[in-house]
């Protein structure tokens, strides 16, 4: 008997797994993953089931152990090329990877159990829910990371975001999820089949409120996106020239810039490596000015990774990254332990670059000035980031400059474009993704979104854009910390009744 429930809980971990990958195993075209919604909240019922029927946590932490294994195994190529490490160390410092990332979801797990034994299903919905917004909000995890991602594959339903923020959604799937899970636990299947008919009807109520939020005045841009192949981290005279012949080509092909309407220019981050782009420089203010066009490109200044921007009249626009990737970056932790980090693995640590009220690049337009706020890279993955960048500087669309070289050809490019969809749903902005290997798109604030192209290959991309800022309740800096203030007073409420008794 014993080695048959072994083999039972091991395959339902195994399977739980595979529902996992599934559910993040994103969609090349936007409206077409019925699935990820689905199974992810599938994935989250059928855990919690196990879970509150106590079922080992062990065989849990395995599931979201083999799951992000199998979703995140780009990272062990990523570690030991980005690092120059023996394929030993790599393989050591991945399962560490791997092993903390799920036991921050596991710590949400049972925390929503403990809440269940003390209360009811509503308490291990509360719990789930405020777990894993503390878990995705304020940290115990190296990868930005959203289940409620799996939103943005459906517009209508991605628009909920515009509302309740990425980590907002996410709270809505565990809670709901941990909540069926109980309920089929309990053996009440007819609540059980309520719990996520409720949750369809809250999104679907809020993708239709979404039209009647307030907007701005229209917008229309001309944006060329120039995705150049560089090998990944590699510095070489001539970055500039080369990108100037491929925008050069593109902007004659496509008579740019044309009359009454304003071009921008996009070059990802590091698309000028090997220099340093934090001084004045008049040469490339003349480059943009001759041509007629704004021009935004990543490039590095000493330790800072740099957007920097030109119009021709205007004074240069220079921002640093202000998140770097942990790890991938910048060591994490107070400064003495980052050099002895640094000094001990022969890594060099970015400095973090500041926020103000010149953060985002302006430049004249037909239509008036137009704010344009860039992130670089992995700063899209955080909307706490794109808050705060907004809220200081403000901006009418938002660009994203990503160097996904490191990824090769595997899943992780797909996986960054649909981990930072929803951003321009929650900000009400467009959001244009230009990268340096491929797939480049743009998320619009409606829900919908394109990418293009494939990994490891070399493009140049036009789009005619037009859009009106949508004015979202998301972009309210207090909203996640009044989320997890609500959610927090129901989970003490709870957690202070007589625990209940339990057949």
């Not at 979703?71 to 023996?86: Q, R, S």
């Not at 100037?244 to 698309?271: M, N, Q």
């Not at 494939?454 to 009044?482: H, N």
């Amino acid at each position: 008997m014993i080695r048959q429930n072994w083999g039972l809980h091991l395959f339902g971990t195994v399977a739980l797994a595979g529902l996992f990958i599934l559910a993040f195993r994103f969609p090349a075209v936007s409206g077409r993953g019925f699935h990820e919604p689905l199974l992810a909240l599938l994935c989250l019922t059928l855990l919690f089931e196990g879970v509150l029927r106590d079922r080992a946590l062990v065989w849990t932490y395995v599931t979201f152990l083999l799951g992000l294994m199998g979703l995140l195994y780009w990272v062990l190529a990523v570690i030991k090329t980005k690092g120059g490490l023996p394929i030993s160390i790599a393989v050591l410092a991945a399962g560490l990877f791997y092993a903390w990332e799920a036991l921050g979801l596991l710590a949400v797990a049972a925390f929503a159990r403990w809440l269940y034994r003390r209360s009811s299903a509503w308490g291990a919905a509360l719990g789930a829910a405020l777990g894993i917004l503390l878990w995705e909000v304020h940290g115990f995890h190296v990868y930005p990371w959203s289940w409620g991602a799996s939103l943005g594959a459906l517009p209508w339903l991605a628009r909920s975001a515009a509302f309740l923020t990425t980590a907002g959604c996410s709270a809505l799937f565990w809670g709901c999820g941990a909540l069926t899970g109980a309920w089929l636990a309990e053996g009440r299947y007819r609540r059980a089949a309520l719990a996520p008919c409720g949750l369809l009807a809250g999104l679907l109520a809020l993708g239709g409120t979404w039209y009647l939020l307030p907007r701005g005045p229209e917008r229309t841009l001309d944006i060329v996106m120039i995705q150049p192949n560089f090998e990944s981290g590699i510095r070489r005279p001539g970055m500039e020239a080369e990108m100037w012949l491929r925008s050069d080509a593109e902007l004659k092909a496509r008579h740019l810039p044309r009359p009454g309407v304003a071009t921008l220019l996009l070059w990802p981050e590091s698309s000028v490596l090997g220099r340093n782009d934090q001084a004045p420089d008049p040469r490339l203010q003349e480059e943009a000015r001759r041509r007629g066009i704004a021009w935004l490109f990543g490039t590095e200044g000493g330790l800072l990774n740099l957007v920097r921007g030109e119009a021709g009249g205007r004074p240069s626009f220079v921002q640093a990254k202000r998140d770097p990737m942990v790890f991938g970056e910048r060591m994490p932790g107070p400064e003495p332990l980052r050099k002895w980090l640094d000094q001990r693995l022969g890594f060099v640590s970015q400095e973090r670059g500041e926020l103000n009220e010149h953060s985002s690049f302006t430049f004249p337009t037909p239509q008036g000035e137009l704010k344009v706020h860039p992130l670089l890279c992995s700063e899209a993955l955080d909307s706490g980031r794109v808050q705060d960048g907004l809220a200081v500087a403000g901006g009418e669309l938002l660009t994203n400059l990503t160097n996904d070289g490191w990824f090769d050809t595997s899943i992780a490019t797909d996986l960054h474009g649909a981990q930072i969809r929803l951003r321009a749903v929650e900000m009400g902005l467009p959001l244009v993704r230009a990268t340096l290997t491929g797939k480049s798109g743009i998320f619009r604030e409606d829900g919908t979104w394109v990418l293009w192209g494939e990994p490891l290959t070399e493009a140049a991309y036009t789009v005619a854009l037009r859009w009106r800022p949508v004015r979202t309740p998301a972009r309210a800096t207090w909203l996640i910390s009044a989320l997890l203030a609500t959610l927090g007073v129901g989970t003490l409420l709870l957690a202070w009744r007589k625990p209940k008794k339990v057949p």
